[in-house]
């Protein structure tokens, strides 16, 4: 079984790989002619002379099997390639920006997954209730709701018009920080309102599941024994109801990390936010394929490891999982 997985792993890395190469290609332009353009932002001007040669230099001029060819040895030795646009390596320029988009994905995750857990023992106590109609129906509202449409509310209501946060960017620009704090406070501030973007979506899943396995689990015969000893609601809820519910939760934070990856690509083009999202938007915009098929790489990568991780720590937490 170990085996099958892992081949199964390795079948889904290789497609998704190929997909990643054939893709960008299939794109109408190339990245010379919008480098040749000047439309927006993108004032460099090429002859066709200096386009072949560019083509020669990149490798874009031999036929498409052969630049597949080059892909996957580079793959291998770990060679994302030199961005065509941005003049610097690949791995340099995601290097720089990953941190950004990682930081979100953590604070996310962890907020949207504590208020959806506690949300979804409360509602699971007071099941059929009012409040357990009430959040249920709100949280399966939120999760239809998508991601950059939350991003937009909260970007005019609450930085926009009541003016409590940035409306755009990582950090203020040219700032000089008096101190490691401040600067700490003024790139918490720009990150909050994505986070908390982000943290809303997540928020939905991370209830239903509390939900249900609260539901479960306080059907047991020891959670009668423990309101019998009259134990209070908050014991009986999160000392004994949510320690043995903890499994598919767990679980649910891992595979939420991989899933937040690709939603913080459309939030962070919301917010200008500089993680790998708002790179992956101007990469496509200029046709920069070096750069695209290396942010694709590093976002299924990371999905990946995270689904690999929630299956491993799945079955340390239930040994019964063959």
């Known amino acids: 079984m ?3 997985k892992a081949i199964r792993y390795l079948l889904t890395f290789f497609c998704i790989i190929t997909l990643n190469f054939f893709l960008p290609r299939i794109m ?16 460099i001007t090429y002859s066709q ?13 031999v036929p498409v099997l052969t630049q597949y060819g080059r892909y996957l040895k580079n793959i291998i030795k ?16 995601i290097k720089n920006r990953i941190p950004w988009s990682v930081s979100l994905v953590l604070l996310s995750v962890i907020i949207g997954g504590f208020i959806g857990t506690l949300l979804g023992c409360l509602s699971a106590w007071y099941r059929r209730g009012v409040l357990d109609k009430a959040l249920y129906s709100l949280m399966i509202i939120l999760s239809e709701i998508p991601a950059f449409l939350i991003g937009i509310l909260f970007l005019l209501f609450l930085a926009a018009r009541q003016g409590l946060f940035p409306l755009s960017g990582g950090m203020k620009p040219f700032a000089e920080y008096v101190s490691w704090s401040s600067r700490f406070l003024d790139i918490a501030l720009h990150g909050f309102l994505p986070a908390l973007t982000l943290a809303v979506v997540q928020m939905g899943g991370f209830y239903l599941i509390a939900r249900n396995s609260m539901i479960t689990v306080m059907s047991k015969d020891y959670m009668t024994t423990a309101k019998a000893k009259g134990l209070s609601t908050r014991r009986i809820l999160f000392r004994h109801a949510l320690t043995n519910a903890a499994l598919p939760i767990v679980t649910r934070a891992f595979y939420s990390l991989g899933q937040a990856v690709g939603g913080t690509i459309l939030v962070e083009n919301v917010f200008k936010y500089p993680g790998l999202g708002l790179l992956m938007r101007q990469a496509v915009m200029v046709r920069d394929y070096p750069l695209i098929q290396g942010i694709f790489l590093t976002v299924t990568f990371f999905v990946i490891i995270m689904n690999l991780a929630a299956d491993i720590i799945y079955k340390k937490l239930d040994p019964r999982i063959i």
């Open 78 to 93: 770990g060679d994302l390639g030199y961005s065509i646009y941005f003049n610097n390596d690949v791995r340099l320029i």
């Open 2 to 4: 170990k085996y099958q």
């Open 28 to 43: 109408p332009g190339d990245p010379f002619y919008f480098l040749s353009s000047e439309q927006g932002e993108i004032t």
């Open 49 to 61: 002379e200096e386009i072949q040669r560019q083509k020669a230099y990149y490798g874009l001029d």
